[in-house]
Structure formats: structure tokens, C-alpha cells
């Protein structure tokens, strides 16, 4: 990084810009697509129709803001695309006149996308740990790796908060949580940031609450909500992660494009944050103005629309920001001032990575997955797993002298994955052959992937293990369900596992533009299930899936069920190490299990008339809440204890504590769940949300004690008038298992109200843990 201060380079910024000519401001503003054109085909939806015919010299001509993917759109060496990314910087730099190079942005939710690159848990998985010191850890190692290349922002993390998981970026999302999200999400921009790569918080803001879970939908969502759940997480990324970058979303909130949002983008974001970064379009975002939403008459207009309301970058390509915007400025259409604040916004960012000096030459040798990154790959995979269910049939401490291996995601490498792991996101264009038994043939796993049968077959020798496939995620045929039943009832124990299989716009059943109709598992998987547990023998249920879904009668007939959501390259080790006993089950559930397919859209996060009631012959329930997760071992609760007294005024904090002992006889970890229920308010509240987490990790014996200091301003929520306000009144703070297993209500009195002013208000409890004697 350079030794600019931010005001020094800002100074710095606004000097180079007046010496620049306008050619040479826009090219600051858009990127290059290396290698991808009209004619390469379409990764996504409309992509062959924003990409243009400009050459690479004339793109560069003038200097150039970002390079879009260098490592992340085709198979290459390490070393030999740290190389080439050099070598075309130093074309850029010589292009420039002020000897500015490009900043260099990749993909990097479930790691580095690049092939051969380690490839973490998804997302989703890591709401599941509640552990944002390993996420934070991962994130940085993650930063290291794409630094080593020659990368300096990342396009992650995703900050939507889940409100009805058939959407298909649920396997992206940290769950249904804001304040899980918001934590989780801090953790990530640290570690990223702390890296030297620039963090990008995404889809700013609602895009997860889209009409039916249908991606790039309409956004119906009042401002109260908007507020207090979809934009919390930024605001805590923004604010306390000082996350470098925002990508807004492609909806359209309440009519209004989020690339032509000034409200979202300037007054929220910059005004009252004090966001002081750059905000990049999501891909063809700007372009979208015109051709998609219809609020800008042409790519100059949209161009107009994009800068104004805040949009600093367009990516992926030279598009909109490229001769429109030229010739809307010399038209008169856009002041000229407009795209001078954009480019001293991303030349402050270059100034600080040092992109105006001699860039460093790449390593002759890279690796982008050392032994420690799979090994943090394993222990976050390992923490995320979650035991749903269980009668005491696992571990399989002694295995059985026969078990039946049966269901499509037990021996295949993908379903471990993620839409944005290298593989899947490259993976064919055919939604038939999803499911053929070379799925990928052009493009390779690109680093050591073990499967669920591969993994129990060695970690029990003892074992003869019976697989069948019974047919593919997405279809089976009455003779493989069939026989699948079959070696369920000759068997000692059935394994039944299930799932998804994630890819890109209809090439998978999870990820991006892969929404769903229901909650149902897809293709003939639900039939499989039940055939499996007709069969009496006593079953397993494993799930490995982007999102919870409907387990029709296995909640009531399987002996455990197991969760894994796309736990990445070591998952299949993670799993396999659950099952046997060789770890714990530690992880809890960010999103709640449907009770089923039919079951309606819903989170815990709802007022009371949302929930069960009389009122409505529609039962929304959850089957398995959030926050729930089962251990080998048994704890104790002991000694609920409001610390801070029970009188506090609207400035103050709130202190609670709890012991928790464990009892049993294993090791295990128990994730201590601090709701808040306001019982009275102005405004119709949640009857209850998250404020706090506190991880237990336990011997046999051993108690700890979490304590958790809240700020009552996390009881703000915003008003009958629009504004941000704590209330008098009482407030109940439950110690909980899940959302659905309160261990103490401990209560307190509010002695005033308050007023917020926007920007100000506490985002986060502090929590701390001590061991206890005795």
C-alpha cells in the first residue's frame, strides 16, 4: 500500500484531475474484459449484448480505471497470469500520461475464483458457524492469495439478508439475519482489507427480498423494513468494517433502479455513514438503466442516470461510461463536475495501493492453495456443519457391518461447490447435462476435491459401504428409487444423502438465476428420501445443499439428518469426520428448515400476526429454526443474571451473563443466542431479533461464562415518524439455544426516549467470555 495519507491522496487525486483531459477521466471509469467478446457466448443473460466491438489498444488508449477478472474467466497458470498481468499493466501505465494502472478486480465468495485457487465453504456456510474471528481469518488468507497475483478488490461479501430461501443466491447470503450478517460481514471486509484488498459489499441494498425469490425481481419493501433489516448489514460494514467499496443491486426498489439511486447511493451511504470509497456497478448494472428497467432512453442517458446517482465504476466493460458519457458531457447532458468526483474517488483508492508507482514484479512460483488455506478451508467446513437431528445413532463410533451409501450427491466433487467456485460458474451452458457424469469437460476441478463416498469409505475401514446414485440431482427413474430401497433394507444402516448441484442462470438447482418453485429438494429426490426410510432400516439423512430445504417425513423417521451447506473443496472430510465421531457437530442454522415444500416464504424475523395463529389456515412454522444445531454432548445453563441492574436510560448499556457447563462426556461447542423482544412500541416489532453471539468451545467439565454488554441503542428501530428512536418502556433480552429455545428472559426498564441522529446509532453488543472454576 502507499504511504498517502487519505487526505494526502485525495489532495493528491483532485490535482491529477485537473490536468486531465475528459478522454482521460472516463477511462478511469470503466474496465477491460480480457479475452471476452460478442462471439465467446454468454456466462450470463444478456452479456454478448453490452459487450462491445472496441479493441484492447483503444480501450487503453487513454489510461484504464479496472481489469475485470484476469484470473477469474478461463483456466490459467498462476505464475504465467501473474505475468501477463503485469506485463499489461505496464502497457497501461505507458498508455497514461500520469503512469496510472489499472486496479485489478476478481470474484471472491468462496475464495479466490481462480482455477487451481482454494475454495472455501460458501456464504452461507459461514453464517452457520457463527464464528466471525474464522471468517475474518479465512478472508485474509483469501486477500494473501489474490495479492500474490498481482488483484487488489474483491467482489465480496454478499450482505443480503435471506427472506425466502427458494431465491437462488441464498447459498451467497450469510442467512436470514442482520445482525449475523452484519457481524460475519465485518469480520470478512477486516481480513480482506487488512490483506490489501479492497473489500466489495454487495447487493446494496434489498436485492434478496425480490417479488417470488425470482433474481433481479422487483423489490416491494416498505422504508421501515428496508432500513432496519436489509441495510443494518451495510451500515455495519460501512461504519465499523470501513469497507472500501459498495456494488448496488440490479432491482429496483419501490420503482426506483438501485444504480440511479442517489437517496441509496449519496445521502445513505456517503451522508450519513460517511462512506468515503467507490461504488462500482454490479456487471452491465449501468447499461441495465436502458435496456432492462427502462428509465434511461440511452446508454448516454444511463451513463447521466449511473454517475448522478452515484455510481462511480462500470464494470465489466467500456460501455456506457465510455464515448456516451463523452458525448453526454460535451452535450451539455452531463456537468462535467459530475464525473471529476468519480474520478477522484478512484484515484484516492489507486494513490493509496500504490497503483502511480512501479508496480512489483510477480513471484516465479505461486501457489494458490497451500496446505494452510485447505486446512482453514477444512475448519471452516468443519464448524459449519450442522446436526439437525439425531436419536443417538451418531457418531458411528463402531461402524455398522453394512451401510447403504444412496443419493445423487454422495460421489460427485461439484455438489461441494458453490456458483462462485471456479468450476461451476465455468460449467456447461446445457441445464440437461448438469447432471452427466462428466459435467465439466473443459474445465478441470483445478485443485483436490474428495466425495462423501470416498471420504467414509476410508474413514471406515471396517465398513462394507454399498453406493447407488439412484439417478442424478435433477431425475431418477422408478428401477434406481427402487434399488435404491432395496440395499436401504439389507443394509445395517442407510445413508441417504441429498442436495443440490449449484451452477450459473438455470445450469444448476442452486446460485444465481437457479430459483426455485418451492421448497422442495429437486428432481425425484423427495421420493427417494421416503423410499429410504419405508425400508425400516435406520437412517442418515446428509444434505448438501445452497439453501434449507422441505425434508418431508425425516424430521419424524430419521435417525439424524446432517447439513451441509456447499461446504467447499474439505467438505466431504468435514462431513465424514461428523458422522464418525472424529469432530463435533458445531454449526447452527443461519436460514430455518421449511416445514414443507408448500410451506410459505418466512423467517423468524416477523411481528406476531406473521406466526402461527388462528387467524390464518397457513402455518409458516419453521420445521428446524434459526439458530438451531444439535451437539454429541449435553450442557448446562446456569445463573441468568442481569449484571447492569434493572433500570438503564436510552444512552446506556445493557450487561447480561450466563454460564454454560458441559455435561457430558465429549468435547463440544454451544452457541450462546442473545434475542431482544420489545413488548410495546410505536411500531410493529419483530417479536424478537438478534443482538448478540457468543461461541463456547467446552471439555467434558468445563463451564464458561458469556457475558454481553448491549448498548440500548440496538433497540432503536425506526419510528411512525421515518426517524431513528429508543422508547421508554420495558425490554425483554432472551438467553437462547435457536430462536425457538429460550433458556432466561431477563427484563429491563428504558427510562427515556431518544432520538438518533442517522449515522449514529450503536451497531454491535460486545461480548466477552471467561472460564468459571469450579
Not at 66 to 95: D, K
Amino acid at each position: 500500500m502507499d504511504t498517502d495519507t487519505p487526505v494526502d491522496a485525495a489532495e493528491r487525486a483532485a490535482g491529477l484531475v485537473k490536468r486531465m483531459t475528459l478522454e482521460e477521466k472516463c477511462a478511469q471509469l470503466y474496465s477491460l474484459w480480457r479475452g471476452v467478446d460478442a462471439d465467446a457466448g454468454d456466462m450470463a443473460p444478456h452479456q454478448s449484448e453490452q459487450t462491445g466491438a472496441v479493441s484492447e489498444d483503444e480501450v487503453i488508449a487513454h489510461g484504464l480505471g479496472q481489469l475485470t477478472r484476469p484470473f477469474g474467466s478461463a483456466p490459467v497458470p498462476p505464475a504465467e497470469g501473474a505475468a501477463n498481468l503485469a506485463a499489461l499493466q505496464r502497457r497501461i501505465q505507458a498508455s497514461s500520461r500520469f503512469g496510472i494502472a489499472a486496479l485489478a478486480h476478481e470474484e471472491c465468495l468462496t475464495g479466490f475464483m481462480a482455477h487451481g485457487a482454494t475454495i472455501f465453504p460458501t456464504a452461507l456456510a459461514w453464517g452457520a458457524t457463527f464464528d466471525p474471528e474464522l471468517v475474518g481469518a479465512m478472508a485474509q488468507q483469501i486477500g494473501v492469495t489474490m495479492r500474490s497475483v498481482g488483484v487488489h478488490q474483491g467482489l465480496a461479501p454478499v450482505l443480503d439478508v435471506v427472506a425466502d430461501s427458494r431465491w437462488g443466491r441464498t447459498e451467497e447470503t450469510m442467512g436470514e439475519d442482520p445482525y449475523l450478517t452484519g457481524t460475519l460481514a465485518t469480520a470478512y471486509v477486516a481480513g480482506l482489507q487488512d490483506s490489501g484488498i479492497i473489500a466489495t459489499l454487495k447487493h446494496f441494498a434489498g436485492y434478496s427480498a425480490s417479488h417470488a425469490a425470482r433474481n433481479f425481481g422487483p423489490v416491494y419493501v416498505g422504508p421501515r423494513q428496508f432500513a432496519e433489516t436489509y441495510l443494518t448489514p451495510f451500515e455495519m460494514a460501512v461504519r465499523i468494517g470501513r469497507a472500501g467499496s459498495v456494488m448496488p443491486s440490479y432491482a429496483a426498489n419501490d420503482g426506483v433502479a438501485s444504480h440511479a439511486n442517489p437517496e441509496l447511493l449519496q445521502r445513505i451511504l456517503r451522508d450519513e455513514w460517511g462512506f468515503d470509497g467507490t461504488v462500482v456497478s454490479d456487471y452491465f448494472g449501468v447499461n441495465f438503466l436502458n435496456s432492462l428497467h427502462g428509465v434511461a432512453a440511452d446508454k448516454a442517458e444511463a451513463a447521466a442516470l449511473g454517475l448522478a446517482g452515484g455510481v462511480d465504476v462500470e464494470l465489466p466493460g467500456v460501455d456506457c461510461y465510455g464515448a456516451p458519457l463523452q458525448a453526454a458531457v460535451a452535450a451539455g447532458r452531463v456537468d462535467e463536475s459530475v464525473v471529476d468526483r468519480a474520478v477522484e474517488r478512484v484515484l484516492t483508492q489507486k494513490i493509496q495501493l500504490g497503483l502511480l508507482e512501479e508496480l512489483p514484479e510477480p513471484a516465479a512460483a505461486i501457489d494458490l492453495d497451500p496446505p494452510h488455506a485447505r486446512a482453514l478451508a477444512a475448519e471452516v467446513a468443519r464448524k459449519s456443519i450442522v446436526l439437525l437431528a439425531n436419536d443417538g445413532t451418531l457418531p458411528l463410533a463402531s461402524a455398522p457391518g453394512r451401510i447403504a451409501l444412496v443419493g445423487p450427491v454422495a460421489d460427485d466433487k461439484a455438489v461441494m461447490l458453490g456458483c462462485y467456485a471456479f468450476p461451476n460458474h465455468h460449467g456447461r451452458n446445457d441445464a440437461a447435462e448438469i447432471d452427466s457424469n462428466d459435467p465439466y469437460p473443459h474445465v478441470d476441478m483445478g485443485v483436490a476435491i474428495a466425495t462423501v463416498a470416498e471420504r467414509l469409505a476410508a474413514d471406515l475401514p471396517g465398513a462394507v459401504i454399498e453406493h447407488l446414485a439412484a439417478g442424478t440431482v435433477l431425475d431418477a427413474s422408478d428401477t434406481e428409487i427402487a434399488a435404491a430401497a432395496n440395499a436401504a433394507a439389507a443394509a445395517d444402516l442407510a445413508i441417504v444423502a441429498v442436495g443440490d448441484r449449484s451452477g450459473l442462470f438455470g445450469r444448476g438447482t442452486s446460485g444465481e438465476g437457479c430459483d426455485a418453485p418451492t421448497h422442495a429438494l429437486p428432481g425425484r429426490q423427495p421420493e427417494l428420501l421416503e423410499a429410504v426410510l419405508d425400508s425400516g432400516t435406520p437412517t442418515v439423512v446428509v444434505v448438501i445443499s445452497g439453501r434449507p430445504y422441505a425434508l418431508g417425513t425425516a424430521p419424524d423417521r430419521a435417525a439424524a439428518i446432517v447439513q451441509a451447506f456447499l461446504p467447499g473443496q474439505e467438505g466431504a472430510g468435514a462431513i465424514s469426520a461428523v458422522l464418525t465421531g472424529a469432530a463435533e457437530p458445531e454449526g447452527r442454522l443461519p436460514a430455518g428448515v421449511p416445514a414443507r415444500p408448500d410451506s410459505p416464504p418466512a423467517t423468524y424475523l416477523a411481528p406476531e400476526l406473521a406466526r402461527r395463529s388462528s387467524v390464518s389456515s397457513v402455518d409458516p412454522t419453521a420445521r428446524y429454526v434459526f439458530g438451531h444445531g444439535l451437539s454429541y454432548t449435553e450442557f448446562a445453563w446456569e445463573d441468568a443474571a442481569l449484571v447492569s441492574g434493572a433500570e438503564v436510560g436510552p444512552e446506556g448499556t445493557v450487561e447480561v451473563s450466563v454460564r454454560v457447563r458441559n455435561t457430558g462426556e465429549r468435547h463440544g461447542t454451544e452457541v450462546v443466542q442473545l434475542y431482544l423482544h420489545d413488548p410495546v412500541a410505536s411500531a410493529v416489532r419483530p417479536v424478537q431479533r438478534l443482538v448478540g453471539f457468543a461461541r463456547l468451545d467446552l471439555a467434558p467439565g468445563e463451564a464458561r461464562e458469556a457475558r454481553f454488554a448491549m448498548p440500548v441503542e440496538l433497540a432503536a428501530f425506526v419510528g411512525v415518524d421515518n426517524a431513528w428512536v429508543v422508547e421508554a418502556g420495558a425490554l425483554e433480552l432472551r438467553l437462547a439455544r435457536s430462536a425457538a429455545d429460550t433458556v432466561a428472559a431477563l427484563n429491563v426498564e428504558v427510562n427515556g426516549s431518544r432520538r438518533l441522529e442517522p449515522g449514529t446509532r450503536a451497531l454491535a453488543t460486545e461480548v466477552s467470555t471467561r472460564a468459571v472454576v469450579g
